[in-house]
């Protein structure tokens, strides 16, 4: 039986994700923001830039599985999609508290997202599960690659961050060896469909960072 990851974060208070940021000194006055000025070689561009794209990411995700529950949830594949939503849950769960911990503006094509990545899932799922399972595999091996670099370019000093982001890339591969598993390079045109998703994704990565 799954557990309801809402109800276990309530349970344990998780603890910090990053360093917290250096409020600077003073005191800000009344109706001005306490985040102190960036300066040359502070690592705050870069975290606003990964926590932005991973919760615009996860985001996506849920959004995808969701629209692939809206077709298939009541077919064999159901519990299936139902377990890798919830994992996806865990994670955009994690980021919307990075993102008001931190004060990162998350960025401002989540509506499309919302939009894009729900059609997707239901999309590709209307053409059948094994299209459905090619989507889940070329999103999260774009995410996979993703989750590398990022793990890569963070420092000793955010090891916590780290960590979280390589579990959750764990979780991401673990989802594309399902779909692999459940004959997704079967799908019907499977190198054209995989082609264009993964193309998808990278975009949607490249226009998360920045906008």
Do not use: N
């Given at each position: 039986?799954?557990?309801?990851?809402q109800q276990n974060?309530?349970?344990?208070?998780?603890?910090?994700?990053?360093?917290?940021?250096p409020l600077g000194q003073g005191t800000a006055a009344a109706g001005t923001s306490t985040r102190p000025r960036r300066l040359p070689g502070d690592p705050a561009p870069t975290l606003?830039?990964?926590?932005?794209?991973?919760?615009?990411?996860?985001?996506?995700?849920v959004r995808i599985y969701q629209g692939q529950l809206a077709v298939l949830g009541k077919g064999p594949k159901g519990d299936l999609i139902r377990h890798m939503t919830e994992?996806?849950?865990?994670?955009?769960?994690?980021?919307?508290?990075?993102?008001?911990e931190q004060q990162v503006r998350p960025t401002g094509l989540q509506p499309f997202w919302h939009v894009a990545g729900w059609a997707l899932g239901a999309?590709?799922?209307?053409?059948?599960?094994?299209?459905?399972?090619?989507?889940?595999?070329?999103?999260?091996?774009?995410?996979?690659?993703?989750?590398a670099a990022q793990a890569e370019e963070?420092?000793?000093?955010?090891?916590?961050?780290?960590?979280?982001?390589?579990?959750?890339?764990?979780?991401?591969?673990?989802?594309?060896?399902?779909g692999l598993a459940h004959e997704a390079e079967l799908a019907t045109g499977y190198p054209v469909l995989s082609g264009l998703i993964?193309?998808?994704?990278?975009?949607?990565?490249?226009?998360?960072?920045r906008f």
């Open positions: 039986m799954m557990s309801d990851p974060e309530t349970r344990v208070k998780p603890a910090p994700l990053l360093t917290p940021r606003d830039r990964i926590i932005r794209v991973d919760h615009a990411g996860e985001y996506g995700a994992q996806e849950q865990v994670h955009k769960q994690t980021f919307d508290r990075l993102i008001a999309g590709t799922a209307l053409l059948g599960e094994r299209a459905a399972m090619a989507c889940t595999v070329a999103v999260e091996t774009v995410i996979d690659q993703h989750y963070l420092g000793p000093d955010q090891a916590p961050l780290k960590q979280t982001i390589e579990q959750f890339r764990a979780e991401e591969l673990e989802h594309r060896d399902i993964k193309a998808g994704a990278r975009a949607a990565i490249w226009l998360s960072e």
